[in-house]
């Protein structure tokens, strides 16, 4: 791993001081550009590098990976290689994109089949998603919705601070970056005391969250322990997991959240390795009472991401509403896989885990509208003069990720998504 982290290396491709994109990132996604139909790529700086025309031109022999992945739409057959697999492909891309390499700077044919402005491109959701499962893992969002609902004498559940509390939600609705949302019609009981009624949702949300993508696991009926979890995760993605609030307050007792969630789900398309945010690795929340032995980590299992969330009305003016850190979720991603997998459950090449919303200890790293307005009584005032309880149509939701430390920034790009009036 010796080019893993190195913040002095450099490519031939130029990349800004700020670029999320450096040549110690080499995120992976898939990419269509004119004349060529979704692909394998990466990206340094604003340019996007096609793994399929590296591939033609001979220059990703012997890593061990048959061509084919190279000219999939998806990235599940290249996952298919493992986390070692994985680590070969990127240390071969660092090394032909180093400033000190010429074997593709020098090939101007080449150049100019595998390197594009990101402009030139179309992204497409990353990978096919099998399953998705969505986890509660934040002390601080968990204990605020609480509050909300119960009274602050009840704001964990009994269950919360022993395992990671998650759902199963629905993988055809999540969609890459960019995609519009609509807004969801379902049921609502405005008042307790009146019957419910039908109609497109008043109190649309978002979550700032982000994802992590698995490799294949175990056998059905094996567990995957939290030693092995990170060995079994392809990368991170950036997540916002919309959110019908009223439908959901009014249909998730006693079974959790159904139409108030599955509706859409907007996914970055670059995922991110864990090798390219190892510089950024930290501690967790301490956690109390000891988790049961099966959840016990050791050493660093979070990572110093930072996370901001912004809100663009139709005048086209953003306000930043959000800005928390990845290293504040209380149950780590090496723990929810653990715990996902513990009962046997068998996950697959292409799963995606999302950790639920993301939020931080003071009002204004809340991760989603609920908690930023508490629940609509505080409104939000944003940079346009205008307020917001929830979202409105037109409103535009970005959320972007970075670490950034010792001179040296990985990032995702953004996730974002405009909503559209209900149909």
Known sequence: MSNLGNPGMRSWIDAAPQSDFPIQNIPFGICSTPGMPPHPCTRIGDQV??????????????????????????LNPLMQYGKAGVRRLRERLMDLLRHDNGELRDRADLVRKAVLPIASATMHLPVEVGDYTDFYS???????????????????????????????????????????????????????????????????????????ITFAGKPLGERITAGEAEDRIFGMVLFNDWSARDIQSWEYVPLGPFLGKNFGSSMSPWIVTLDALEPFRTAGPVQEPTPLPYLQTHGAHSFDIRLEAALKTNTGVETV????????????????????????????????????????????????????????TKP????????????????????????????????????????????
């Open 138 to 212: 934040s002390r601080e969002h968990a204990t605020n919705v609480g509050i909300m609902f119960r009274g602050p004498e009840n704001a964990l559940m009994p269950n919360w601070l022993h395992l990671p509390v998650g759902y199963h939600g629905r993988s055809s609705s999540i969609v890459v970056s960019g995609t519009p949302i609509r807004r969801p019609m379902g049921q609502m009981r405005p008042k307790p005391d009146e019957p419910p009624v039908f109609g497109p949702s008043k109190q649309l949300d978002i979550e700032v969250e982000t994802g992590f």
């Open 321 to 376: 509403i959000c800005r928390t850190n990845f290293k504040h979720l209380y149950w780590s991603m090496a723990q929810q896989l653990a715990h996902h997998t513990v009962n046997g459950c068998n996950v697959r090449a292409g799963d995606l885990m999302a950790s639920g919303t993301i939020s931080g200890p003071d009002p204004g790293s809340y991760g989603s509208l609920l908690e930023l307005t508490w629940r609509g």
């Open 380 to 423: 939000l005032a944003l940079q346009d003069g205008s307020t917001r309880n929830f979202l409105e149509d037109g409103d535009t939701v970005v959320i972007r990720g970075h670490a950034e430390n010792g001179g040296l920034r990985i990032g995702f790009g953004e996730v974002s998504g405009q909503v559209l009036p209900a149909a």
């Open 49 to 74: 590098i096609s793994l399929h025309a590296l591939a033609e031109g001979g220059l990703l022999n012997g890593i061990g990976m048959d061509a084919a992945v190279f000219a999939a739409p998806v």
